[in-house]
């Protein structure tokens, strides 16, 4: 019972976490929540070595070898977890803990930073691929949280294709929700893969589209809704109406590669944690718009 207390507890964050991020409250930062995982994971291990016990727990003398076992695999995970706190991705809960972008303390990212900007200064000219998505500043960045592996891109599909337009490069969309456990899976697991990370950085123009947002829009921006009849008010109700209404699909996550023009270059794909599909996936949908933009 205790132990599955401690469980519950730990798991429990997870849905407060959702609803941290979805209302952009930023009580639960990734270094917060590991922080309170790493606390009550260690209570757990003190509370298998016998080192205090609760009201109902009787006196043990000695320590039992299953006991002890449990202590051991408790403690182990708390040492998995530590690194997390400086910028390791944990990528075995990368569903399980709020995103890497939101942690204050990224080593990596400073690093990667800090060789961005020095790449910048010793360079006159800034290549057609940094460039790709400086087009316009873009909308809700404010709001949203960045894309990982320090990907730049937009929130917004009409301000990415008119980026694409400008540099004629595909849109990779992104249909993703801040409470979506399979969303920071694959950004972890297959996004951070060198190949795949390499396509998306030099050969699309991204657009993340978070469908669970709650953020209210400016009357201006109100979209009624075909599928429905109803007013979408908010960023995540009109994005997730636009996948609902164009692909009659509700899941995430959901990449879709569009054209130009918007329309679909290869059929969308869903949860896949197979590296070599996505590769394919992405090199199938260049190759189809290098077609079009040729005739």
Same mark, same amino acid.
């Given at each position: 019972k205790v132990t599955l207390g401690f469980v519950e507890l730990a798991l429990?964050? !997870?849905f407060l976490s959702v609803a941290d991020q979805v209302y952009h409250w930023?009580?639960? #930062?990734? $270094?917060? @929540?590991?922080?309170?995982?790493i606390v009550l994971f260690s209570l757990l291990g003190l509370y298998y070595l016998g080192v205090y016990r609760f009201k109902h727990d009787d006196p043990r003398e000695h320590i039992s070898i299953g006991r002890l076992m449990l202590a051991i695999i408790t403690f182990s995970f708390v040492v998995y977890l530590l690194p997390g706190m400086w910028g390791a991705p944990l990528k075995a809960l990368s569903g399980y803990l709020p995103p890497q972008q939101t942690l204050d303390f990224d080593l990596q990212r400073i690093v990667r930073d800090e060789i961005q900007l020095s790449s910048l200064n010793n360079s006159t000219n800034a290549s057609k691929d940094d460039l790709a998505t400086l087009? $316009? !500043? *873009? !909308?809700y960045e404010e709001i949203l949280p960045p894309l990982p592996h320090g990907l730049k891109g937009y929130h917004d599909l009409d301000q990415a294709l008119r980026c694409s337009k400008k540099l004629l490069k595909p849109v990779f969309v992104d249909f993703t929700g801040h409470g979506c456990v399979n969303c920071r899976e694959m950004e972890a697991r297959v996004w951070s893969h060198p190949e795949v990370l390499k396509r998306l950085k030099e050969n699309f123009i991204i657009c993340a589209l978070y469908v669970d947002d709650k953020t209210p829009l400016p009357e201006n921006e109100w979209v009624k809704s075909t599928y429905d009849g109803k007013w979408k008010k908010t960023i995540g109700k009109k994005f997730a109406d636009l996948q609902v209404t164009r692909y009659n699909i509700n899941?995430? *996550? @959901? @990449?879709?590669?569009? #054209?130009t023009a918007g329309n679909d270059l290869v059929q969308p794909k869903a949860y896949d944690l197979n590296v070599d599909n996505f590769v394919r996936f992405l090199d199938n949908a260049k190759n189809e718009f290098d077609k079009r933009v040729k005739k």
């Open positions: 429990g964050l !997870k930023r009580i639960l #930062d990734r $270094e917060i @929540y590991l922080a309170i995982w087009c $316009e !500043k *873009p !909308k899941a995430q *996550p @959901y @990449y879709v590669i569009l #054209d």
